[in-house]
């Protein structure tokens, strides 16, 4: 059912490698609410194809980008104007890649080269993002930026390795952008931390069903889906949260405010 929260909206999806992708779920949310937009993803991810299903689905047109690299962020918002027909009113940064730990690495023998990479890939890009937008006045009035966080930038999970560190400095870019943009253009700049989540990002980690049972039985209302997580970006995204910013916004199911619950409680009573 459509309400036509984001009629007249345009604006970038990027990270929609998969059905499972949180990116994928919420292009399809975005469609269903009236936005238009294009599909970005590393011109590595576009092998595998997939993306252009998507793009078929919601009528986006598909530009390649590796976020990291300010010259293909620059085409990417040049492009996306000039196809959407004028400025934007959101854009979703749902990135995140750790070498260290697609290739096992302990936090105690960390590759720093990797390490940076980590950096620059999951956290840094969304300052690229911001500050080529900025440059190039792609954003309206009010457009809302979004990046998805994870809880590991507050707690220590053993597992989470640099990706911590990454959450952390993402988080912290929308509070200090969030703050640059709201006095010069009225951009609004969150994260969203959001439930572990079955997709390819999170299955990468080691152990990630035993965190994903934990966290679903500390949670009150169950772990969000990647589809109850589009539906809140479309929330963030629409004109009933123009005065949200600089937040990082738990997207939990009570997750993070939780000590223990009876659920879990029972689990681990002998
Ligand atoms: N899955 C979870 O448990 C979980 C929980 C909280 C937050 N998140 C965050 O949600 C976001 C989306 O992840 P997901 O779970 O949907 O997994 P996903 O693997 O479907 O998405 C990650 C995306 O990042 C893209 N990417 C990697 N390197 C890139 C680059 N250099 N340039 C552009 N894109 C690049 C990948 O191609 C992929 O599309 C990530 O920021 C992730 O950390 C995930």
């Not at 809880?151 to 640059?180: C, F, H, N, V, W």
């Not at 949670?219 to 937040?247: H, K």
Request: glycine share 8%.
């Amino acid at each position: 059912m459509s309400n036509n929260l984001l009629k007249g909206k345009r604006g970038v999806i990027f990270g929609a490698l998969d059905e499972n992708s949180i990116a994928w779920k919420t292009a399809l949310k975005v469609h269903e609410e009236g936005g238009k937009f294009t599909l970005t993803n590393a011109p590595i991810a576009m092998r595998m194809g997939k993306i252009n299903e998507l793009a078929k689905t919601c009528g986006a047109e598909v530009i390649p980008a590796d976020a990291t690299s300010e010259q293909d962020l620059n085409n990417l918002f040049t492009k996306s104007q000039e196809i959407l027909g004028g400025k934007l009113d959101f854009v979703l940064h749902s990135i995140g890649m750790s070498p260290n730990i697609r290739k096992g690495k302990e936090y105690g023998d960390m590759n720093y080269e990797w390490y940076l990479k980590t950096l620059d890939i999951s956290a840094l890009s969304f300052h690229k993002v911001l500050q080529t937008c900025e440059k190039l006045d792609a954003l309206n009035e009010y457009a809302s930026v979004l990046a998805l966080s994870y809880i590991a930038a507050q707690r220590a999970y053993p597992d989470y390795t640099d990706m911590a560190q990454a959450k952390a400095m993402l988080e912290s870019i929308a509070r200090s952008y969030g703050q640059r943009y709201g006095v010069k253009k009225k951009v609004r700049v969150n994260t969203i931390s959001q439930s572990p989540t079955k997709t390819t990002a999170g299955a990468g980690i080691s152990g990630f069903d035993v965190f994903f049972d934990y966290a679903d039985l500390m949670s009150p209302l169950g772990n969000a889906s990647a589809e109850d997580c589009a539906n809140y970006i479309v929330v963030m995204f629409s004109d009933f949260t123009r005065m949200v910013t600089m937040q990082n916004l738990m997207h939990d199911g009570g997750f993070s405010s939780s000590g223990i619950t009876d659920n879990l409680v029972q689990r681990l009573t002998k």
